[in-house]
């Protein structure tokens, strides 16, 4: 569900979860997760709520201590996390960079249910010239007139499976190509409503909403599978020019991508070996495939030591405690990042301006 955009960072004394008082490892990722995207500083216009008035016969002593619990709660109110509920009406975003492209992706949970909480106010606020959706849960394209009208090139991958996964890619720019597969796979209907792939002129745009690896990591086989086949896949088109990797990868690429690092590693869908082995080859950081080229994870580059996230389950009051996973981000050709005005937020959804056209 789109709640506000906001940055969820870990609080420094943030302790390990135990059975009573925080999620177990196992609470975060789940098959088809609900990313909550947080709230980006933004101006926003609400009327005080008048308070109530007090009974003309109430004793002073109670009015007082209503007015006391008032001002506690108010002060609670000011100091909580966001609750992700709804999106305000009035979002204001810093204006895009004098000739950047903006790039923007976001795990909605749902079109439909995301259309119901504010996904619009976001939509114009940010007003991207690129929006990959993923989880959209969309049968059919959904032929919003608001998005028709702000995208004239709109890409729906769509699962064969009902209100299942779903990938989107909504653009301004028209691309010379587009592609809803991963090829090599052998089983293509797995790979349905998971990826879109743009290509422009001057780059590939590759949209994914990547194999979760299930409860338990029950599906991790499927995982590995998919893994297999992008890494070949995201090598082969580099090759061709560089590429724009972006959307829910379901992969925590480090131990400062998720609060509880040690209680979850290979264990949890996607902080295991397989996962995150897989993501650094793809980096190839080190040149241990020489064959390869390297790509660049912005957002890391850009904040090597910072503990921010994407997403946060819904269970167990996870937002208002920090605990979270980064999960969502833009991974690029290392040559992209020649383009000097290259740039990523912290924020959910994520964003990403790069200099010049696509």
């Not at 009015?63 to 999106?87: I, R």
């Not at 949970?109 to 991207?128: H, I, N, S």
């Not at 998971?194 to 338990?216: D, H, K, W």
């Not at 009051?317 to 290392?334: A, H, I, Q, Y």
């Amino acid at each position: 569900m789109p709640p506000k955009r906001a940055s969820a960072k870990r609080k420094a004394a943030s302790p390990e979860p135990n059975s009573d008082a925080e999620p177990p490892a196992q609470s975060p990722p789940r098959p088809e997760s609900s990313h909550e995207p947080a709230q980006k500083k933004q101006k926003t216009h609400a009327g005080k709520a008048a308070a109530p008035r007090a009974n003309a016969n109430a004793k002073g002593k109670a009015k007082s201590q209503d007015e006391d619990a008032g001002a506690e709660g108010e002060a609670a109110a000011a100091t909580a996390q966001p609750t992700n509920k709804v999106l305000p009406v009035h979002i204001a975003f810093a204006p895009k960079a004098e000739g950047a492209v903006r790039i923007a992706t976001w795990n909605i949970c749902g079109l439909a249910a995301a259309q119901k909480k504010g996904f619009k106010y976001y939509v114009e606020a940010e007003d991207p010239d690129v929006l990959i959706l993923t989880e959209t849960k969309v049968n059919s394209d959904p032929g919003d007139p608001e998005l028709t009208k702000r995208f004239p090139h709109r890409y729906w991958a769509i699962a064969d499976k009902k209100t299942y996964s779903g990938t989107a890619v909504l653009s301004k720019i028209e691309p010379l190509s587009v592609d809803y597969t991963l090829p090599g796979h052998p089983d293509p209907n797995s790979v349905k409503g998971r990826i879109v792939t743009l290509e422009f002129p001057s780059c590939y745009l590759i949209g994914t909403y990547v194999v979760n690896a299930g409860t338990g990591l029950k599906t991790l086989d499927a995982k590995k599978e998919w893994n297999a086949h992008f890494e070949a896949y995201i090598r082969e088109l580099d090759k061709k020019k560089p590429v724009i990797w972006t959307g829910d990868l379901n992969v925590a690429p480090t131990e400062l991508d998720l609060t509880n690092p040690k209680t979850n590693w290979n264990k949890t869908p996607g902080y295991t070996e397989a996962e995150t082995s897989s993501f650094a080859r793809i980096l190839n950081a080190s040149g241990a495939e020489p064959d390869a080229g390297k790509f660049v994870d912005v957002w890391r580059e850009r904040h090597p030591g910072l503990r921010h996230y994407t997403y946060f389950s819904y269970r167990f009051n996870c937002r208002e405690k920090g605990l979270g996973w980064r999960l969502d981000m833009f991974v690029v050709s290392e040559r992209l990042l020649e383009r000097r005005d290259l740039r990523a937020s912290d924020h959910c959804p994520v964003v990403m301006e790069i200099e010049g056209p696509l």
